[in-house]
């Protein structure tokens, strides 16, 4: 009989939010983020996930005011973040109807790790107030989310 302590066949994947292999967009100002697909991939109307990271620093126009297209979910994982009026920690989440305007997430002082949760690919992608944050965003995301 063999030893089959250390044999990894058949087991799951791990990672986590703080995964240096996630395949982190850097070019924001502050601010790193990733996209997981949470249904078939490439299918707009499969729900995904980004996982960002935010640095405490001098504003960022990735978190302006703005408006999804579908339902979505705040989570802080870690640190603390400041949504219309509101501080959301660990464990907290702000819920999103779709096409609510809201923003200026602001991070806390140690920065803060969130999941933004969606419905659907499709509806995830951003229309911001200030036509300056928009352009940012195309020029930031415009590979991955394109331009609608």
Known sequence: MSDTSNDTAGQGYYT???DPALNFLNKGLNARTAM????KEGDPDAPNALVIHVNPG???PLRGRHVHHTDAINLVIEGSMYIDGDWIRPGQAKVVPAELNYGDQICGPDGVIFLEIFADF???????????????????????????
Not at 36 to 39: A, N, P, T, V
Not at 130 to 144: L, S
Request: charged content about 15%; cysteine-free; overall charge negative.
């Open 58 to 60: 001098p504003g960022d």
């Open 16 to 18: 986590s939010v703080r």
């Open 36 to 39: 997981i697909s949470i249904g």
């Open 122 to 148: 499709a509806g995830s992608i951003p229309d911001f107030v200030d036509p300056a944050h928009q352009a940012y965003f195309h020029e930031v995301h415009g590979q991955f989310w394109g331009k609608h």
